[in-house]
Every structure is written in C-alpha cells, then in structure tokens.
C-alpha cells in the first residue's frame, strides 16, 4: 500500500549535498525532489545498538536532515560484535556520542540530536513528539511498548524491527494512515501473548543479521517520508538467517471484519470460527491418538523447555504457510492459548482439524506438576 509522502521538499540542496546524494537523483521515480524531502525530514531513533547503529549510517548516508537518536547506555566492549556504529575508542563513553560523529563523518549537513536518557512512559511523547516518522530499535518489550503506545498518541508511523539469535521481523505500525484503518504492534502481539523475553547477551544474535534488518528499517523510513514505494504496512517480513529465507506475513487490525486479501492472516479468531480448546489431559489423548503436536511460540521461548515431540513452527512462519504440517489433526501450543488460536485457525483453514491446548504450555506445565 503506498501514501503520500510525509515532508514537504526543501527548496534547494545544496551543491555539495546535490554531489554526495548523485547515485539518487538518478534513481527512476525518486530523483531531486525526493532527496530535498529527506533533507526536510526528521527521524527519531530509539536505541544506538545493534538495530539503531545502521539505522543511523544508512539514514544519515541517505541525507535524511535531523537525527533525533535516544539511547541512554555507554559503549561496551561486547557490544561490538554487532553495533557497527561505535568503535573500541568509543567502549565506556554514550552511545549517541557515536552516532553524532559517525553522521558528521558520512552528511556534514545531517544534525543528529543526541538525546542520552531513558525513554519511559513518562517521556516518549516529548522525546518522539518532532519526528514524521520513528524507528523502534530498542531491545525490550516493555520499551517498545511504550513507544508504540507514544506513536498511536501522537499519529506517528512508527518503523519497527526486532532481531533475536537467527530470527527477526519487520513491520511499519500507523495509528492514522491516510485513508485506511490504522495497524498497531497490540495487532500482531496482543499483551496477553508475550511471555518473557530474554535479553541478547542470555541467547544472542548474530551481527549481520543486525545490519542486514536496520537497513530494511532504513528504506522503510525512507519510503515513508519520501510517498516513493510501497511500505511494510499491513505485512511483516519474517527472516530466517539459517535457512536464508524471507517470508511475509499480512497483518491487519484485531477489530477488522472483512477478509484480508491474504488467504492467511494475523487477525484474531470470530467467536463462531473459532477452534475448540482442550485441556491438558485431553489433549495428551488426541496426542495419544495420532494428533501433532505444534509449538508456535519464538525460538527464544521454546529454548526454555518445550513438550516432548513438539513440531517447533514459530507463528509467523506457520501462518506464512500453514500447509507445511504434514498432519490430519493438530494440537497447537503457545505460551498461554492466544497466538495459538491465531495458528489453529491458519490450519482449519487448509483442512487440518487443529485445536488448541487451553491456557498454553503454562496449563500443560502445571498439569504435570505433582500435586
């Protein structure tokens, strides 16, 4: 789906920035006006590490004019692996001191805005409050809430990844797109549905995974701010880095009603379509009787213990193709039912009889555990 442009062009580049941005004024279909919109814009990043370090290059490379970057963390020696902006010299000092000079060093006319505290509930609208369009490079759940939450206040589109050991995923978040119904991070992960999510240096990432996801993050920025493409609203890219795979997956708002042009979606279930539900014991039984076992829930859950025999399918490749179950029945577990729900349904749809394990692997762990 594409939209206007969010910045009105600048009058003139400069000659200098007119030689450095050449490569995209000949660029079919974006050219001088577009590279003038970036030069307009302004972009707020939230976090200077492994997401926001090629954010930063590749927005201030692009030309992009002001570079709001908050991050309240120093520079240290494990981060450089894969936060390619900082640099030895840089371990113990602020992480935005980094991204300022490394944006003088590629656009001396970029003006990066260091912003060196913590963003929290009580500071994301004014720290975010400037910006056309925002990057979300934190690296927790309740950060990245908080700033979904800011966006939707404020109208913002909110450019959104996230990267865990081999995996990550991308989308663009819009509370009020022109003309459509606006897409929120509660529509693909529902509050209820996230567990404990372990940080990076308890299960890792790879490097260029995060450079390879911040400058998809980048271009959709750019897309946004410039009316030129199309961007990641109402999908999400999922990549495997281990299989080298890229699948998309559409998302639409929880509230929407009518079919998604998709054949499989992330919407949650109506009441009248929705699966049954078994308890522990009752699932053990269609187990017991030839029904598969599938575990939608992320890598960094299922690495906490999984059910014996599990088929381990993350949701959102699942519901990218359903069809890859090779099964007539399917029992389908997630943290505590709700993405499940999403995933049983994805299989009803293609002739599986799925049903869900109530109350997820919780339920069947308190199950088992003697009284």
């Known amino acids: 789906m594409a939209f206007p442009p969010l910045v009105e062009p600048l009058g003139a580049l400069s000659d200098a920035e007119r030689v450095r941005t050449a490569r995209h004024a000949v660029l ?12 307009a814009s302004r972009v707020a990043v939230v976090g200077a590490g492994g997401l926001g370090s ?11 004019g002001t570079i709001t970057v908050i991050d309240d963390d120093d520079v240290d020696a494990s981060n450089l692996q ?19 000079r490394v944006a003088a060093g590629l656009s001396p006319e970029t003006v990066v805005v260091p912003r060196q505290e913590r963003l929290g509930a009580d500071s994301a609208e004014r720290l975010l409050a400037d ?3 925002v990057i979300d490079g934190s690296d927790t759940f309740e950060t990245r809430s908080i700033v979904a939450d800011a966006c939707e206040a404020l109208g913002v589109p909110l450019v959104w990844g996230v990267v865990q050991e081999f995996h990550a995923q991308a989308t663009v978040f819009w509370s009020s797109p022109p003309g459509g119904a606006g897409i929120r991070l509660r529509d693909l992960y529902p509050p209820e549905s996230v567990g404990d999510v372990p940080s990076c240096s308890a299960v890792g990432v790879l ?3 995060c450079l390879q996801v ?9 897309k946004l701010l410039t009316g030129v493409g199309e961007p990641l609203f109402g999908r ?12 998309e997956v559409a998302l639409r708002p929880a509230s929407a009603t009518s079919p998604s ?5 992330a919407a949650p279930i109506s009441a009248g379509t929705q699966p049954p539900e078994l308890t522990a014991a009752q699932a053990r039984t269609a187990v017991a009787a030839g029904a598969a076992l599938v575990d939608v829930r992320e890598p960094h859950e299922t690495a906490r213990g999984v059910i014996p025999g599990s088929a381990l399918i993350p949701l959102a490749a699942l519901l990218a193709d359903p069809r890859r179950l090779d099964a007539q029945q399917a029992v389908v577990v997630c943290e505590v039912g709700v993405r499940a729900q999403r995933a049983a349904s994805a299989l009803r749809a293609v002739g599986v009889d799925a049903s869900v394990l109530a109350g997820g692997i919780r339920a069947w762990d308190r199950a088992t555990v003697p009284a």
């Open 214 to 222: 911040g400058s998809i993050l980048a271009t959709e920025a750019i």
């Open 207 to 209: 490097g260029p995974l």
């Open 28 to 39: 079919a279909g974006f050219g001088d006006e577009a590279q003038r919109r970036l030069a």
């Open 236 to 247: 999400v890219l999922v990549i495997d880095a281990l299989r080298g795979r890229t699948t």
């Open 82 to 100: 894969r936060q390619v902006m900082h640099r030895v010299g840089d371990v113990g000092r602020p992480k935005v001191d980094s991204a300022v």
């Open 54 to 64: 090629p954010v930063v290059l590749a927005l201030a490379a692009a030309g992009v």
């Open 131 to 133: 910006a056309h369009v």
């Open 261 to 265: 042009p998709s054949a499989v979606d």
